[in-house]
T-cell receptor
Framework: DTGVSQNPRHKITKRGQNVTFRCDPI?????LYWYRQTLGQGPEFLTY????????KSRLLSDRFSAERPKGSFSTLEIQRTEQGDSAMYLC?????????????FGSGTQLSVL | AQTVTQSQPEMSVQEAETVTLSCTYD???????LFWYKQPPSRQMILVIR??????QNATENRFSVNFQKAAKSFSLKISDSQLGDTAMYFC?????????????FGKGTKLSVKP
């Protein structure tokens, strides 16, 4: 068990560029979550998957944000036409949903800076 | 809509002492979950403790315990015998009962510093 892995750890981009982040969950986990954390705030839920199905995406911040989990394993979060307001930490978490509860395991995040 | 409020932006405590972090929340639901997460400088959020609203007994995990007051919508975290490694941001979080427990609503956090 190597934990939840996120890549890259840091990303610097220019306004208007597209960026993609990757999350590799713990291997047997069936749920995967994306959060955004801005400076001085707690994480903000964006979307989640159960296996390959995206079950909640209404909280994605705009139509510039999209996420995939094509084979129910790793996931990607893409931001198109980045804006300075997109600068934040993007966190991924995974869990094994069982009757009675689930425990989330978080990655160390991808820090995005939009210049 | 549910909200979570942490009114203490920063706190400090001497090593081996006890400290209590405050959290209040607002919801119209009767069943839900409450959590405390720790985020050290490494940035990785770690679950400290979980409370199910329908359980009257306060949750305890080693040196960490909660005081859950459902009527007052209060959920404080007590850390006993504080250690240097407890230095971190602490976030209180809420999730609805049923469905995904990972759809969390977080407070703004409390920065805890443990001093030697």
């Amino acid at each position: 068990d190597t934990g939840v892995s996120q890549n890259p750890r840091h990303k610097i981009t220019k306004r208007g560029q597209n960026v993609t982040f990757r999350c590799d969950p713990i291997s047997e986990h069936n749920r995967l979550y994306w959060y955004r954390q801005t400076l001085g705030q707690g994480p903000e839920f964006l979307t989640y998957f159960q296996n390959e199905a995206q079950l909640e995406k209404s909280r994605l911040l705009s139509d510039r944000f999209s996420a995939e989990r094509p084979k129910g394993s790793f996931s990607t979060l893409e931001i198109q036409r980045t804006e300075q307001g997109d600068s934040a930490m993007y966190l991924c978490a995974s869990s094994l949903a069982l009757q009675g509860g689930e425990k989330l395991f978080f990655g160390s995040g991808t820090q995005l800076s939009v210049l | 809509a549910q909200t979570v409020t942490q009114s203490q932006p920063e706190m400090s405590v001497q090593e081996a002492e006890t400290v209590t972090l405050s959290c209040t929340y607002d919801t119209s639901e009767s069943n839900y979950y409450l959590f405390w997460y720790k985020q050290p400088p490494s940035r990785q959020m770690i679950l400290v403790i979980r409370q199910e609203a329908y359980k009257q007994q306060n949750a305890t995990e080693n040196r960490f315990s909660v005081n859950f007051q459902k009527a007052a919508k209060s959920f404080s975290l007590k850390i006993s015998d504080s250690q240097l490694g407890d230095t971190a941001m602490y976030f209180c979080a809420f999730s609805n009962y049923g469905g995904s427990q990972g759809n969390l609503i977080f407070g703004k956090g409390t920065k805890l510093s443990v001093k030697p």
